[in-house]
């Protein structure tokens, strides 16, 4: 594996992503050292909490926008998961220079860091609202992609690379509609943004296993996306609250009607590898010809509403008991 022996760093680490992607790596590989990078001191207790006897796991309180204490945490690390954001849509639309210290500048810091300390590999978690955005959310997490994916170059001789990421809605993360769902169950009303609404769903350990294999594919400069199913909005409320009434309340500031990963415009760099697809770089330093994967057709596009899987009520409620 190729966690063994290695230190790894994950920002945002008390997110519902760095939680289980530590629990997964502390648990299945050899790895020397684990370290959760977050600015939340009291996330960080409840965490420590969990691992009361684990030596191989450390806390550093620290913000991606403050590159001086980035680069004091990635001393003598191997690999960072770059997982920390601001991704409330809402949030992001009201604040919106807030999002961008922390998508785009913190991405930036990330990547100079990374490279200043001699990381191997950086792993940036991206999301599908980054593909022609139409939100400042979105809008802060393409520029962030596009620094991570120039990052490679950045680097020059140095060993640094980095990759991205992107995936869709996760079930049950922070902000997720899976918690809302089932705390409005009782009242017998459920709020539906739109009933043609459909998104991409992953669950939160199919995302972590995906990030680490991606860590053993990357040459640096891919954006990595996962082939996940879609599902409706209004499939969800009926599998949580199958006898709640739905309440069709509108789109929200910012909210897109259907998701997509993969644009039109992608699709001249994007390489289907069977489970997965692989957006290439643009740049003259990536190798012209993939040494594997087959090319997406011209007019090709990942959208939630064009997707051939689908999850069906059954499945939904199914995956969304344990949340």
Known sequence: MIFDGKTVLVTGGTGSFGKQFVKTVLENTRVKKVIVFSRDELKQYEMQQMYPHEPRIRFFIGDVRDYARLRRAFDGVDYVVHAAALKQVPAAEYNPFEAVKTNIHGAQNVI??????????????????????????????????????????????????????????????????????????????????????????????????????????????EIFVPKIPSMRVIDLAKAIAPDADLKIIGIRPGEKLHEEMISVHDARRTVDMGSYYVIQPEMEWWPQEPSHGTPVPEDFSYSSDKNTDWLDVEQLREMARDV
């Open 112 to 221: 100079e860091a990374a490279i200043d300390q001699g990381v191997e590999r950086v792993i940036a978690l991206s999301t599908d609202k980054a593909s022609s955005p139409f939100n400042l959310y979105g809008a802060t997490k393409l520029v962030s992609d596009k620094l991570f994916i120039a990052g490679n170059a950045y680097a020059g001789g140095k060993r640094t690379r980095f990759s991205v990421v992107r995936y869709g809605n996760v079930v049950g993360s922070r902000g997720s509609v899976v918690p809302l769902f089932k705390k409005l169950a009782s009242t017998g009303v459920i709020p539906i943004t739109d009933e043609r609404m459909t998104r991409f769903w992953i669950t939160l350990q199919q995302g972590v296993q995906f990030v680490l294999n991606c860590f053993e594919r990357m040459r640096g400069g």
